[in-house]
């Protein structure tokens, strides 16, 4: 059973920098794709970035030139470097992974941007 793990949120000045990790403490698997996203109050959950198991990674427009999505299929880790961060940036963060049929969600961790 994969468990997500998120951690590294928290408050930062506008125009700093934060790295969001997500560890799966559970069973490793063999994953298809990892994912981040975000949802600020009051608006829908959004997705920031994307990275399958092979290609390049997807980035939000938002969010393009700013963030940085890495991962370890292997450790079942993935990681967020956000940097140039703005007051809209500020949301809780999700990762996501796929598994064959299979998705998981992390419980989220909240990055504030004061301005």
């Known amino acids: 059973q994969v468990q997500l793990v998120e951690s590294g949120g928290g408050l930062v000045q506008a125009g700093g920098s934060l790295r969001l990790s997500c560890a799966n403490s559970?069973?490793?698997?063999?994953?298809?794709?990892m994912a981040w996203y975000r949802q600020a109050p009051g608006k829908q959950r959004e997705l920031v970035a994307h990275?399958?198991?092979?290609?390049?990674?997807n980035y939000a427009d938002s969010v393009k030139g700013r963030f940085t999505i890495s991962g370890d299929n292997a450790k079942n880790t993935v990681a967020l470097q956000m940097n140039s961060l703005k007051p809209e940036d500020t949301a809780v963060y999700y990762c996501?992974?796929?598994?064959?049929?299979?998705?998981?969600w992390g419980q989220g961790t909240q990055v504030t941007v004061a301005s």
């Open positions: 990275m399958f198991s092979a290609g390049a990674p």
């Open positions: 559970g069973t490793i698997v063999t994953l298809n794709a």
């Open positions: 996501r992974s796929r598994s064959g049929f299979n998705s998981d």
